[in-house]
């Protein structure tokens, strides 16, 4: 009994420690719009906090506002218990506050050097850049978090995860004192994963405190202390991770129950409609063959660059110069645009809806009616009539809330602009649609949702093709899994063998 | 729909327009007689047609640098051709006139969208090598008043309901391409493929081809002025509207068309035309020096820009539930 008291104490004397940064009653109000209300957080050192939070609810503007991006309207920021300002971006990172940011800020063209010590380079004589100290010392950095790379190479010529460790290795150059990650492992492999959790305990150690973003609950549960909660601007709950499990934070974070992940739905397989035979692209990808039913949906799993979604974009006709044949319900076709595939009753919902997706500056109506143009139109003049109803028949089909059809998607929240981009592809009726990736980035209870309706579909025998990385989601959600490594199929698995073990081992090839 | 009317830029535009004769006419009275204001637009016609077709080059990501050369080129063809076969008729003058330029705008299209060339590049290039042809095929001489057919000179002159067939020509091709953009697959296509490559890409939109068409528009919007600046002026040669093309961004970036592609609307492009063709006709008649008139007409243009980029500013992004609903 005595013993394990003894155990216990030293952790709470830990936790106790002062915060080296702290917001307290912190407000934030853009025109219109209060986007923080009332958020106290304490960042300690030596403990990872996580920020957990729908997308939306305020998570990036609370990092904005820690590294001095956004100044807060109310409330204050304590630097080891002193109250101070971040008038600028400079003064918090003098304050040792760094952020690594979701999209890594980085300058292709420059060396990793250089883009270690970009805006606080050490300087040599008559104050020119010392070439010979920078190199030296981020070489150090670089060996510290267990980096192999030549400081001096281009950063162009990185992997994406070589990329992120320089920028870890960038926020480690100021002497950072607290490091804010913003979905750090959102476009790692697992094995990339792993060695990021490494380094997070190894920065721990160093008495660092951490801000650690993430949508996903195993890793907020595997390197967290501490846990705070955001909904709409506000601080639900916060406190030790151990005295929580996933589906308390799930509560808090949507405010309701989230019983079932995955939506059971009746698979009634319908008929054959995509047949692929030996599809081939010089470079990319080999020799994929596979079938698709109506009413299936089909997860491609594999680990990031893989080259699912080469094959997609090649399928979609956006990649050119492959070989192989096509056949939609038996009938032989040629796919060489975009338009061609549209045509054929393909759609490809891309991963980056951000950059793929949406048209911002148009009105919600002319985005859904994009693709089906050719529907609503005779002679190249557009029926505006026929338009509308297209138009609205699809938001009323996702339940689209916005004043009016005029508004500009760039106005919208992302939730709804991810329902115009999927309204979009739902006008052309299509009879195949591919979604890559349909839920990175995207929060859980919105998660939810975008799986209830790819069961819908499946369910309405719309046949779906599915990629995706989160392993949970692909044996939740698919009827059958293509697995691909290094451009080829390695294996196909069906509800019989679809086992997590199964999959990551094909994926890597052991 | 209203508030968003008077939100608008155009009306923006609308009220600095009515404010600058306001105030010319405060020096010169005479400058708001119908006559005249008629007069202003009709100058200002060439100046309109070049800037709709920049406008749609514009929204697709692009730029047209060789309008004014290819309007050079073009006029110095028709005059040339008028020279050699004074009789023919002028529908066919027009023919021709528009059909060369679509052809030199469709030469631009297609080293954009083939070759994937940036068109601040290509354009710059076949300014140049439009100019040069002009020395080419004319030895570099002028086709003179005297040497056109009185056909070829009145046609851009005749007048109806007291407004000159230059301004009518203008106001019709504000008509039909208000129409192009809203109520055609082509229109949106431009919106979209400017607004969003990508997006529009998998949506089934050809980028480079719908680049190709704009080109191709501005071209032949060129070639149209070309014929009337040439008959209107009676007099053809290597350097007529040099540095035109600058005026045509400008107007178009007055009239609040993006130069990152995706936004302008036709009337924007219109009104940046008329805002810029009322300053360079007013402020030799208010007696403002000639050396003061090139650096007036740059600060207004700078002015307008900044102004209308003040009324663009970003908003916060909507993240309340409440906040949106109100959009």
């Not at chain 1, 009323?396 to 992302?414: I, P, Q, Y």
């Not at chain 2, 009306?11 to 600058?20: S, V």
């Amino acid at each position: 009994m005595q013993k394990q008291a003894d155990a216990i104490l030293p952790l709470k004397e830990i936790s106790k420690s002062p915060a080296v940064l702290e917001l307290k009653a912190v407000t934030k109000v853009f025109p219109g719009v209060k986007a923080l209300s009332e958020v106290s957080l304490k960042l300690i050192p030596g403990e990872v906090t996580a920020l957990v939070g729908e997308n939306g609810a305020g998570k990036s503007t609370v990092v904005k506002i820690l590294t001095g991006i956004y100044q807060p309207d109310d409330g204050i920021i304590l630097v080891d218990g002193q109250p101070t300002i971040f008038p600028v971006p400079q003064a918090a990172s003098q304050s040792g506050v760094t952020a690594i940011h979701q999209e890594t800020v980085l300058f292709d063209e420059l060396s990793v050097a250089e883009n270690i010590f970009l805006g606080h380079a050490p300087r040599g004589r008559f104050g020119l850049i010392d070439l010979k100290i920078m190199n030296k010392k981020s070489c150090d950095i670089l060996h510290s978090i267990g980096a192999r790379i030549d400081p001096e190479q281009k950063l162009k010529d990185l992997g994406i995860a070589n990329k992120h460790l320089v920028a870890i290795a960038r926020a480690l150059s100021t002497d950072a004192r607290v490091v804010i990650m913003d979905e750090p492992t959102a476009s790692l492999s697992h094995k990339e994963i792993e060695e990021l959790y490494e380094l997070v305990e190894s920065l721990k150690s160093q008495g660092k405190a951490i801000l650690f973003i993430s949508h996903k609950f195993d890793e907020i549960f595997r390197i967290a202390d501490n846990y705070t909660v955001f909904r709409d601007g506000q601080i639900i709950g916060d406190g030790a991770i151990s005295d929580v499990t996933d589906a308390d934070l799930v509560k808090m974070m949507v405010g309701r129950d989230v019983s079932q992940i995955f939506p059971k739905r009746k698979t009634s397989l319908g008929k054959v409609i995509l047949q692929v035979k030996s599809y081939t692209h010089p470079t990319e990808f080999e020799d994929i063959s596979f079938t698709l039913r109506k009413g299936e949906i089909l997860g491609f799993y594999g680990l990031v660059g893989a080259g699912r979604s080469e094959f997609m974009q090649a399928l979609f006709g956006i990649t050119l110069n492959t070989f192989g044949t096509i056949k939609i319900e038996d009938k032989p076709v040629q796919i060489k645009s975009p338009a061609d595939a549209v045509e054929n009753g393909i759609v490809y919902v891309p991963e980056d809806r951000g950059r793929q997706g949406a048209i911002l500056d148009l009105p919600i109506f002319q985005n859904i009616t994009l693709p089906s143009l050719g529907k609503i139109s005779g002679n190249g003049f557009l029926k505006l009539a026929k338009e509308f109803k297209l138009a609205r028949d699809y938001t009323e089909r996702l339940e689209l809330r916005a004043a009016s059809f005029d508004t500009h998607v760039g106005n919208l929240s992302g939730g709804n602009q991810q329902k115009v981009v999927i309204a979009k592809w739902l006008a052309t009726q299509p009879k195949i649609i591919i979604l890559d990736e349909p839920t990175k980035g995207v929060d859980i209870g919105s998660k939810a949702a975008v799986h209830e309706f790819m069961a819908e579909l499946a369910e309405q025998g719309l046949a779906i093709i599915m990629v995706s990385s989160e392993i949970p989601e692909v044996l939740g959600m698919s009827d059958r899994v293509i697995v691909m490594r290094e451009g080829r199929m390695v294996t196909e698995l069906n509800e019989n063998n679809l086992q997590p073990e199964t999959l990551v081992r094909h994926a890597a090839g052991i | 729909m209203v508030k968003r009317f008077i939100k608008s830029r155009e009306t923006f535009l609308i009220c600095a327009i009515i404010l600058l004769i306001t105030i010319i006419s405060l020096r010169f009275p005479g400058f708001i007689r119908p006559q005249n204001l008629a007069n202003v637009f009709n100058d200002t016609s060439p100046l309109i047609l070049l800037a709709i077709g920049q406008m749609i080059v514009i929204l697709t990501k692009c730029i047209d640098l060789s309008v004014a050369a290819n309007l050079a080129l073009t006029g110095m063809v028709v005059a040339m051709v008028n020279v050699a076969a004074p009789e023919l008729p002028i529908v066919f003058t027009l023919m021709m006139a528009v059909s060369l330029g679509a052809l030199l705008g469709m030469f631009n299209g297609i080293l954009v969208w083939k070759l994937a060339i940036p068109s601040i590049v290509v354009t710059l290039g076949t300014m140049t090598i439009f100019r040069g042809t002009i020395f080419v095929i004319s030895d570099g001489k002028w086709v003179n008043s005297h040497e056109m057919s009185s056909a070829f000179k009145a046609f851009p002159r005749m007048e109806i309901l007291g407004l000159p067939v230059l301004g009518w020509i203008a106001i019709i091709t504000v008509m039909v391409f208000t129409l192009v953009m809203s109520r055609t697959t082509l229109g949106r296509a431009f919106y979209a493929a400017g607004g969003n490559p990508h997006a529009a890409t998998y949506a089934g939109i050809n980028v480079g081809k719908t680049q190709f068409w704009a080109f191709t528009i501005s071209g032949a919007l060129a070639g149209l002025s070309g014929y009337l600046w040439v008959s209107r002026f009676a007099v053809s040669y290597v350097d007529i509207a040099g540095g035109f093309e600058l005026d045509v961004v400008a107007a178009c970036v007055i009239g609040g068309v993006s130069i990152m592609g995706g936004i302008g609307t036709v009337i924007g492009a219109l009104l940046g035309a008329l805002f810029l063709g009322i300053i360079k006709n007013a402020l030799p008649v208010i007696d403002i020096s000639p050396f003061w008139q090139m650096a007036i007409s740059g600060c207004a243009i700078i002015i307008a820009v900044a102004l209308n980029a003040q009324a663009n500013r970003k908003k916060g992004r909507i993240i309340l539930k409440r906040a949106e609903l109100k959009t």
